[in-house]
Protein backbone atom coordinates (compact mmCIF):
# COMPACT_ATOMS: atom_id res chain seq x y z
CA UNK A 1 0.00 0.00 0.00
CA UNK A 2 1.40 3.11 -1.50
CA UNK A 3 1.01 6.58 1.06
CA UNK A 4 0.69 9.95 -0.41
CA UNK A 5 1.82 12.52 1.99
CA UNK A 6 0.18 16.36 1.09
CA UNK A 7 1.76 19.47 1.88
CA UNK A 8 0.63 22.62 0.52
CA UNK A 9 2.57 25.70 0.81
CA UNK A 10 3.10 29.88 0.24
CA UNK A 11 6.15 31.98 1.76
CA UNK A 12 7.17 29.59 3.79
CA UNK A 13 10.07 27.69 2.59
CA UNK A 14 11.87 27.98 5.85
CA UNK A 15 9.16 26.03 7.72
CA UNK A 16 8.84 23.93 5.08
CA UNK A 17 12.39 22.42 5.36
CA UNK A 18 11.39 20.91 8.84
CA UNK A 19 8.18 19.25 7.71
CA UNK A 20 10.07 17.40 4.46
CA UNK A 21 12.36 16.24 6.68
CA UNK A 22 9.98 14.62 9.21
CA UNK A 23 9.08 12.60 5.74
CA UNK A 24 12.57 11.32 4.96
CA UNK A 25 12.63 10.47 8.84
CA UNK A 26 9.86 8.34 8.32
CA UNK A 27 9.87 4.31 8.66
CA UNK A 28 7.35 2.87 6.31
CA UNK A 29 9.24 2.54 2.89
CA UNK A 30 6.56 2.87 -0.21
CA UNK A 31 5.53 6.34 0.38
CA UNK A 32 5.59 9.30 -1.24
CA UNK A 33 5.24 13.49 -0.53
CA UNK A 34 3.78 16.26 -3.23
CA UNK A 35 4.32 19.27 -2.13
CA UNK A 36 2.15 22.52 -3.87
CA UNK A 37 4.20 25.88 -3.76
CA UNK A 38 1.49 28.43 -4.78
CA UNK A 39 4.19 31.77 -4.62
CA UNK A 40 4.61 32.69 -7.95
CA UNK A 41 7.60 34.87 -6.68
CA UNK A 42 9.30 31.58 -5.57
CA UNK A 43 10.45 28.32 -7.27
CA UNK A 44 11.21 25.78 -4.51
CA UNK A 45 13.45 22.93 -5.74
CA UNK A 46 14.02 19.43 -4.78
CA UNK A 47 15.92 16.60 -5.84
CA UNK A 48 14.78 13.65 -4.40
CA UNK A 49 13.20 10.27 -5.60
CA UNK A 50 10.24 10.55 -3.42
CA UNK A 51 9.65 14.12 -3.42
CA UNK A 52 7.82 15.77 -5.54
CA UNK A 53 7.84 20.02 -5.62
CA UNK A 54 4.99 21.26 -8.14
CA UNK A 55 5.43 25.06 -8.71
CA UNK A 56 2.14 26.73 -10.02
CA UNK A 57 2.51 30.49 -11.10
CA UNK A 58 -1.04 31.33 -10.09
CA UNK A 59 -2.70 31.56 -6.63
CA UNK A 60 -5.56 28.83 -5.55
CA UNK A 61 -8.93 30.48 -5.01
CA UNK A 62 -9.02 28.71 -1.79
CA UNK A 63 -6.86 26.45 0.47
CA UNK A 64 -9.66 23.69 -0.37
CA UNK A 65 -8.54 24.05 -4.13
CA UNK A 66 -5.34 23.68 -3.24
CA UNK A 67 -5.75 20.81 -0.89
CA UNK A 68 -7.45 19.19 -4.01
CA UNK A 69 -5.00 19.79 -6.60
CA UNK A 70 -2.16 18.71 -4.25
CA UNK A 71 -4.39 14.81 -3.85
CA UNK A 72 -4.93 14.81 -7.53
CA UNK A 73 -0.98 14.76 -7.90
CA UNK A 74 -0.93 11.73 -5.49
CA UNK A 75 -0.08 7.98 -6.95
CA UNK A 76 -0.91 6.53 -3.41
CA UNK A 77 -4.02 4.46 -1.89
CA UNK A 78 -3.75 6.41 1.18
CA UNK A 79 -3.86 10.34 1.66
CA UNK A 80 -1.81 12.11 4.62
CA UNK A 81 -2.29 15.68 4.99
CA UNK A 82 1.34 17.49 6.19
CA UNK A 83 1.20 21.10 6.96
CA UNK A 84 4.21 23.08 6.21
CA UNK A 85 4.49 24.39 9.53
CA UNK A 86 3.86 20.69 11.25
CA UNK A 87 6.27 17.38 12.40
CA UNK A 88 5.34 14.15 11.53
CA UNK A 89 7.21 11.39 13.66
CA UNK A 90 9.07 9.01 12.34
CA UNK A 91 6.23 6.21 12.91
CA UNK A 92 3.12 8.53 11.83
CA UNK A 93 2.73 6.61 8.41
CA UNK A 94 3.67 2.96 9.28
CA UNK A 95 0.62 3.40 11.95
CA UNK A 96 -1.65 4.56 9.27
CA UNK A 97 -0.89 2.09 6.51
CA UNK A 98 -1.78 -0.25 9.28
CA UNK A 99 -4.92 1.01 10.19
CA UNK A 100 -6.29 1.71 6.68
CA UNK A 101 -5.95 -2.74 5.79
CA UNK A 102 -9.23 -2.56 7.32
CA UNK A 103 -10.75 1.25 7.13
CA UNK A 104 -11.65 3.85 4.91
CA UNK A 105 -10.42 6.18 7.18
CA UNK A 106 -8.49 6.79 10.93
CA UNK A 107 -8.79 9.62 12.83
CA UNK A 108 -6.61 9.68 16.35
CA UNK A 109 -8.13 10.57 19.50
CA UNK A 110 -5.31 13.22 20.22
CA UNK A 111 -2.26 14.86 18.86
CA UNK A 112 0.68 17.10 20.11
CA UNK A 113 0.58 20.46 19.96
CA UNK A 114 4.01 22.75 19.58
CA UNK A 115 3.82 26.11 20.70
CA UNK A 116 6.13 27.78 18.73
CA UNK A 117 6.36 30.99 21.00
CA UNK A 118 6.67 29.43 24.50
CA UNK A 119 9.04 26.69 22.85
CA UNK A 120 7.13 23.82 24.06
CA UNK A 121 5.41 20.75 23.66
CA UNK A 122 1.33 20.75 24.51
CA UNK A 123 -1.31 18.30 23.64
CA UNK A 124 -4.85 18.46 21.60
CA UNK A 125 -8.17 18.57 23.60
CA UNK A 126 -9.44 16.29 21.22
CA UNK A 127 -9.06 15.01 17.86
CA UNK A 128 -7.56 17.35 15.23
CA UNK A 129 -8.84 17.52 11.63
CA UNK A 130 -4.88 17.44 10.25
CA UNK A 131 -5.00 14.21 11.24
CA UNK A 132 -7.58 12.91 9.63
CA UNK A 133 -6.37 10.05 7.24
CA UNK A 134 -8.15 8.58 4.67
CA UNK A 135 -8.02 6.09 1.30
CA UNK A 136 -7.53 7.72 -2.10
CA UNK A 137 -11.05 6.12 -2.68
CA UNK A 138 -12.79 8.50 -0.40
CA UNK A 139 -11.10 11.52 -2.07
CA UNK A 140 -12.41 10.05 -5.51
CA UNK A 141 -16.00 10.29 -4.17
CA UNK A 142 -15.87 13.36 -1.77
CA UNK A 143 -13.78 16.85 -2.26
CA UNK A 144 -12.48 19.84 -0.17
CA UNK A 145 -14.73 22.21 -0.53
CA UNK A 146 -13.65 25.63 -1.63
CA UNK A 147 -13.50 27.42 1.21
CA UNK A 148 -10.74 29.10 3.09
CA UNK A 149 -11.59 28.19 6.40
CA UNK A 150 -12.95 24.80 7.66
CA UNK A 151 -12.43 23.06 4.78
CA UNK A 152 -11.30 20.71 6.59
CA UNK A 153 -13.84 19.74 9.08
CA UNK A 154 -16.01 20.34 6.66
CA UNK A 155 -14.71 17.67 4.59
CA UNK A 156 -14.64 15.26 7.90
CA UNK A 157 -18.30 15.82 7.94
CA UNK A 158 -19.05 14.75 4.84
CA UNK A 159 -17.23 11.70 5.12
CA UNK A 160 -18.37 10.73 8.14
CA UNK A 161 -22.02 11.31 7.43
CA UNK A 162 -21.64 8.54 4.04
CA UNK A 163 -22.28 5.30 5.12
CA UNK A 164 -20.33 4.02 1.93
CA UNK A 165 -17.05 4.05 4.16
CA UNK A 166 -16.08 2.86 7.59
CA UNK A 167 -13.75 4.28 9.81
CA UNK A 168 -12.09 4.55 12.76
CA UNK A 169 -10.89 6.34 16.06
CA UNK A 170 -7.53 5.27 17.30
CA UNK A 171 -5.28 5.53 20.55
CA UNK A 172 -1.90 6.54 19.13
CA UNK A 173 1.59 6.46 20.93
CA UNK A 174 1.79 10.08 20.36
CA UNK A 175 6.26 10.26 20.64
CA UNK A 176 6.25 7.53 18.48
CA UNK A 177 3.55 8.07 15.59
CA UNK A 178 2.14 11.53 16.56
CA UNK A 179 1.29 14.61 14.35
CA UNK A 180 3.12 17.69 15.85
CA UNK A 181 1.35 20.36 14.74
CA UNK A 182 3.14 23.87 14.73
CA UNK A 183 1.26 26.33 17.17
CA UNK A 184 2.21 30.37 16.64
CA UNK A 185 -0.21 32.37 18.50
CA UNK A 186 1.30 35.39 15.86
CA UNK A 187 1.19 33.48 12.87
CA UNK A 188 -1.62 32.69 13.04
CA UNK A 189 -3.94 34.10 10.28
CA UNK A 190 -0.53 33.95 7.82
CA UNK A 191 -1.11 30.20 6.79
CA UNK A 192 -1.31 30.20 2.77
CA UNK A 193 -2.17 33.72 2.97
CA UNK A 194 0.17 36.69 1.67
CA UNK A 195 2.16 38.94 4.48
CA UNK A 196 -0.80 41.43 4.41
CA UNK A 197 -2.53 39.48 6.75
CA UNK A 198 -0.08 39.03 8.99
CA UNK A 199 -1.53 40.41 12.65
CA UNK A 200 1.69 41.41 14.03
CA UNK A 201 2.62 43.86 10.78
CA UNK A 202 -0.25 45.43 11.01
CA UNK A 203 -0.43 46.87 14.52
CA UNK A 204 1.03 50.14 12.94
CA UNK A 205 -1.83 51.28 10.36
CA UNK A 206 0.82 53.12 9.18
CA UNK A 207 3.51 50.49 8.01
CA UNK A 208 4.26 49.74 4.55
CA UNK A 209 5.05 46.06 3.01
CA UNK A 210 8.02 47.12 1.12
CA UNK A 211 9.67 48.97 3.77
CA UNK A 212 11.93 45.84 4.32
CA UNK A 213 14.20 47.34 6.90
CA UNK A 214 10.67 48.12 9.38
CA UNK A 215 9.60 44.90 8.57
CA UNK A 216 13.29 43.44 10.22
CA UNK A 217 12.30 45.60 13.60
CA UNK A 218 9.50 43.23 13.99
CA UNK A 219 10.01 40.14 16.21
CA UNK A 220 8.28 36.66 14.52
CA UNK A 221 10.51 34.42 15.99
CA UNK A 222 12.97 33.57 13.54
CA UNK A 223 10.62 33.71 10.81
CA UNK A 224 11.17 36.78 9.23
CA UNK A 225 12.46 35.70 6.26
CA UNK A 226 9.43 34.06 5.24
CA UNK A 227 7.88 37.40 4.76
CA UNK A 228 10.26 38.57 2.29
CA UNK A 229 10.72 36.65 -0.92
CA UNK A 230 11.95 38.73 -3.60
CA UNK A 231 10.90 38.30 -7.24
CA UNK A 232 11.64 35.35 -9.05
CA UNK A 233 13.29 33.90 -6.24
CA UNK A 234 14.67 29.78 -6.32
CA UNK A 235 14.78 28.48 -2.80
CA UNK A 236 16.57 25.12 -2.72
CA UNK A 237 14.99 22.70 0.21
CA UNK A 238 17.74 21.69 3.14
CA UNK A 239 15.89 19.51 5.05
CA UNK A 240 16.64 19.85 8.90
CA UNK A 241 15.22 19.72 12.26
CA UNK A 242 15.93 22.96 14.31
CA UNK A 243 15.09 21.23 17.13
CA UNK A 244 14.81 17.72 18.47
CA UNK A 245 11.02 17.04 18.18
CA UNK A 246 11.17 12.90 18.74
CA UNK A 247 12.60 13.81 22.27
CA UNK A 248 10.38 16.78 23.31
CA UNK A 249 7.52 14.25 21.95
CA UNK A 250 9.00 11.86 24.32
CA UNK A 251 9.65 13.74 27.72
CA UNK A 252 6.38 15.37 27.28
CA UNK A 253 4.24 11.85 27.12
CA UNK A 254 6.67 10.70 30.04
CA UNK A 255 6.47 13.67 32.10
CA UNK A 256 2.23 12.81 31.30
CA UNK A 257 1.82 9.53 30.95
CA UNK A 258 -0.55 9.93 34.22
CA UNK A 259 -2.38 12.45 32.11
CA UNK A 260 -3.06 10.60 29.24
CA UNK A 261 -3.26 7.06 31.18
CA UNK A 262 -6.56 8.60 31.93
CA UNK A 263 -7.40 9.82 28.46
CA UNK A 264 -11.02 7.80 27.60
CA UNK A 265 -10.61 6.05 24.66
CA UNK A 266 -12.93 6.16 21.69
CA UNK A 267 -15.14 3.14 20.37
CA UNK A 268 -16.20 3.21 16.81
CA UNK A 269 -19.48 2.92 18.07
CA UNK A 270 -19.04 6.00 19.61
CA UNK A 271 -17.22 8.30 16.94
CA UNK A 272 -20.25 9.93 15.59
CA UNK A 273 -21.67 11.09 18.91
CA UNK A 274 -18.65 12.43 20.07
CA UNK A 275 -17.92 14.11 16.94
CA UNK A 276 -20.85 15.70 16.98
CA UNK A 277 -21.25 17.00 20.49
CA UNK A 278 -17.19 18.25 19.83
CA UNK A 279 -18.53 20.01 17.28
CA UNK A 280 -21.45 21.40 19.03
CA UNK A 281 -19.44 22.74 21.73
CA UNK A 282 -16.85 24.05 18.66
CA UNK A 283 -19.55 26.03 17.24
CA UNK A 284 -21.01 27.77 20.32
CA UNK A 285 -17.05 28.23 21.10
CA UNK A 286 -16.89 30.36 17.42
CA UNK A 287 -20.15 32.01 18.10
CA UNK A 288 -18.66 33.53 21.30
CA UNK A 289 -15.88 34.21 19.13
CA UNK A 290 -17.52 36.46 16.63
CA UNK A 291 -19.27 38.55 19.15
CA UNK A 292 -16.21 39.28 20.33
CA UNK A 293 -14.65 39.81 17.28
CA UNK A 294 -17.92 42.43 16.90
CA UNK A 295 -17.43 44.00 19.50
CA UNK A 296 -13.67 44.44 19.72
CA UNK A 297 -14.07 46.05 16.08
CA UNK A 298 -16.21 49.04 17.52
CA UNK A 299 -16.72 48.58 21.21
CA UNK A 300 -19.76 46.91 22.73
CA UNK A 301 -22.20 49.92 22.64
CA UNK A 302 -21.18 50.77 19.18
CA UNK A 303 -22.11 46.98 18.12
CA UNK A 304 -25.28 46.66 19.66
CA UNK A 305 -26.24 49.60 18.08
CA UNK A 306 -25.38 48.75 14.98
CA UNK A 307 -26.79 45.64 15.35
CA UNK A 308 -30.55 47.62 16.35
CA UNK A 309 -29.92 49.64 13.07
CA UNK A 310 -29.92 52.65 14.77
CA UNK A 311 -27.77 55.37 12.96
CA UNK A 312 -25.58 56.84 15.39
CA UNK A 313 -23.06 57.95 12.37
CA UNK A 314 -23.54 61.85 11.91
CA UNK A 315 -20.30 64.02 11.88
CA UNK A 316 -18.05 60.81 12.40
CA UNK A 317 -15.86 60.26 9.62
CA UNK A 318 -12.37 59.47 9.38
CA UNK A 319 -9.96 61.37 6.76
CA UNK A 320 -10.18 60.37 3.12
CA UNK A 321 -6.40 59.10 3.11
CA UNK A 322 -7.64 57.01 6.56
CA UNK A 323 -10.28 55.60 4.20
CA UNK A 324 -8.45 54.59 1.16
CA UNK A 325 -6.16 52.65 3.62
CA UNK A 326 -8.82 50.55 5.22
CA UNK A 327 -10.42 50.23 1.67
CA UNK A 328 -7.46 48.47 0.46
CA UNK A 329 -6.63 46.40 3.73
CA UNK A 330 -9.78 44.75 2.98
CA UNK A 331 -10.27 45.05 -0.71
CA UNK A 332 -6.76 44.69 -2.19
CA UNK A 333 -5.30 46.57 -4.98
CA UNK A 334 -2.77 46.03 -7.33
CA UNK A 335 -0.08 44.83 -5.34
CA UNK A 336 -2.23 43.28 -2.48
CA UNK A 337 -4.96 41.13 -2.61
CA UNK A 338 -8.17 41.15 -0.97
CA UNK A 339 -8.79 40.19 2.99
CA UNK A 340 -9.22 36.05 3.21
CA UNK A 341 -12.30 37.06 5.05
CA UNK A 342 -14.54 39.07 2.52
CA UNK A 343 -17.59 38.29 1.79
CA UNK A 344 -19.37 38.99 -1.21
CA UNK A 345 -22.40 38.91 -2.22
CA UNK A 346 -24.57 38.92 -5.65
CA UNK A 347 -26.07 42.02 -4.99
CA UNK A 348 -22.58 43.70 -4.80
CA UNK A 349 -22.31 44.27 -1.35
CA UNK A 350 -19.50 43.40 0.80
CA UNK A 351 -19.46 42.34 4.96
CA UNK A 352 -16.40 41.21 6.65
CA UNK A 353 -16.31 37.79 7.76
CA UNK A 354 -14.27 37.88 10.53
CA UNK A 355 -16.38 40.62 12.74
CA UNK A 356 -19.56 39.21 13.06
CA UNK A 357 -21.47 42.10 12.95
CA UNK A 358 -23.85 40.17 10.02
CA UNK A 359 -25.64 42.13 7.11
CA UNK A 360 -27.24 45.05 8.82
CA UNK A 361 -26.57 47.97 6.25
CA UNK A 362 -24.15 49.33 8.72
CA UNK A 363 -21.84 46.78 8.62
CA UNK A 364 -21.59 46.83 4.88
CA UNK A 365 -18.33 47.74 3.45
CA UNK A 366 -17.96 49.90 0.19
CA UNK A 367 -14.80 49.89 -1.86
CA UNK A 368 -15.51 52.77 -3.68
CA UNK A 369 -15.12 56.01 -2.13
CA UNK A 370 -17.60 57.85 -4.68
CA UNK A 371 -20.00 55.51 -3.66
CA UNK A 372 -21.31 58.25 -1.06
CA UNK A 373 -22.96 55.44 1.29
CA UNK A 374 -21.54 55.46 4.83
CA UNK A 375 -19.74 52.56 5.70
CA UNK A 376 -18.34 50.88 9.04
CA UNK A 377 -15.16 51.81 7.17
CA UNK A 378 -15.81 55.34 8.03
CA UNK A 379 -16.61 54.98 11.42
CA UNK A 380 -13.33 56.37 13.29
CA UNK A 381 -13.42 53.62 16.28
CA UNK A 382 -13.50 50.76 14.10
CA UNK A 383 -11.03 48.03 14.33
CA UNK A 384 -10.11 45.57 11.94
CA UNK A 385 -10.97 41.90 13.36
CA UNK A 386 -8.31 40.65 11.37
CA UNK A 387 -5.88 43.79 12.48
CA UNK A 388 -4.81 44.35 8.51
CA UNK A 389 -5.86 48.09 9.58
Known sequence: ??????????????????AVHSFLLQTYPDKELVIINDCPEEVIV????????????????TIGDKRNACIAACSGDVIVRLDDDDILLPGYLEFYASRLQKYDWVF???????????????????????TFVFKKSVWDKIKYPSLNHYEDGRLWE???NDKMFSGVFSAVKLDESGYIYGWDEKMRFSYQLTPIALPIINQNSNFNLSDVDSLKTIDTLGQVDELIVSANRTFKLNPHWNLDYQKLARDFVSTNSSVLANVPQIRSADATIIMQQWLSVKHLWQQARDFYRAAASRGLMATATHAAGINDT??????????????????????????????????GSAFC???????????????????????????PELKCPMNRF
Open 1 to 18: MRVSVCCITYKRSGLLEE
Open 46 to 61: FDHPNVKVINTPDRFP
Open 108 to 130: PQRSLVFNKELQKIQITPGPNYA
Open 158 to 160: LVR
Open 314 to 347: VGKRVSSEAYERRRTACFGDATHPACNVLMKYPN
Open 353 to 379: GACGCGTNPLAELSDSENSGAYTKLHY
